[in-house]
């Protein structure tokens, strides 16, 4: 079955520590996003990408780094500049004209 | 600016009782609209999608919203609450040539025995 693969579920960062959450897709779709969300406010866009080997920023990408260098892939890295990291990540996944497929997401926490 | 409001962040309903979630969006062009629902830990599962079609729009596990233009609205209803419908709902909106969506900020339901 087609779907979205976030790994690992669950993701523990000491303070000033780089991660990087996995977000795999096979649907063939060619845009990928990802959102944090916080309690009670909703999902917020950190960076999004259309076509490989392209990515534009969403409204929270301070802190945040993505590649986009295979269709099925478009890892997140939480850097030791995001002071706030500890949040449930969502990857999300789009074919044109459609609505988006998600991951089960990953919770960070920092430790 | 595209901007999609929730009335309600925390809705409570007893079990066989009408579900009704408010959705309201901001675009001076018709969006495409969406509901997602999550569950605790997981990923956002559509429920349903507008898209220009027909204005009242069926989606999964009884659930329906009907887009009106005149009051910018899509609301979710469901007639019966059902125990398993205990969540929290998003309403979103793209415009049909743009490839970002703006959520709303989610209503949790609460379904009480």
């Known amino acids: 079955d087609g779907g979205i693969t976030q790994s690992p579920k669950y993701l523990f960062r000491k303070e000033g520590q780089n991660v990087t959450l996995s977000c795999e897709q096979n649907l063939n779709h060619d845009a990928m996003y990802w959102y944090r969300q916080d309690p009670g406010q909703g999902l917020r866009l950190i960076y999004y990408s259309q076509i490989v080997n392209d990515f534009q920023k969403g409204d929270i990408a301070e802190g945040y780094s993505v590649s986009r260098e295979k269709k099925e892939s478009f890892p997140l890295t939480v850097t030791s500049a995001q002071k706030n990291p500890t949040a449930f990540y969502l990857c999300?996944?789009?074919?044109?004209?459609?609505?988006?497929?998600f991951g089960s997401g990953t919770r960070l926490t920092v430790v | 600016a595209q901007s999609v409001t929730q009335l309600g962040s925390h809705v409570s309903v007893s079990e066989g009782a009408l579900v009704l979630l408010r959705c309201n969006y901001s675009?001076?062009?018709?969006?495409?609209l969406f509901w997602y629902v999550q569950y605790p830990n997981q990923g956002l599962q559509l429920l349903l999608k507008?898209?220009?079609?027909?204005?009242l729009v069926k989606g999964i596990n009884g659930f329906e919203a009907e887009f009106k233009k005149s009051e910018t609205s899509f609301h979710l209803t469901k007639p019966s609450a059902h125990m398993s419908d205990a969540a929290e709902y998003f309403c979103?909106?793209?415009?049909?040539?743009?490839?970002?969506?703006?959520f709303g900020s989610g209503t949790k339901l609460n379904v009480k025995p």
């Open positions: 507008y898209t220009s079609a027909a204005t």
């Open positions: 979103a909106q793209v415009l049909y040539n743009f490839n970002k969506f703006y």
């Open positions: 675009s001076s062009v018709p969006p495409y």
């Open positions: 999300a996944s789009r074919r044109r004209g459609g609505g988006y497929t």
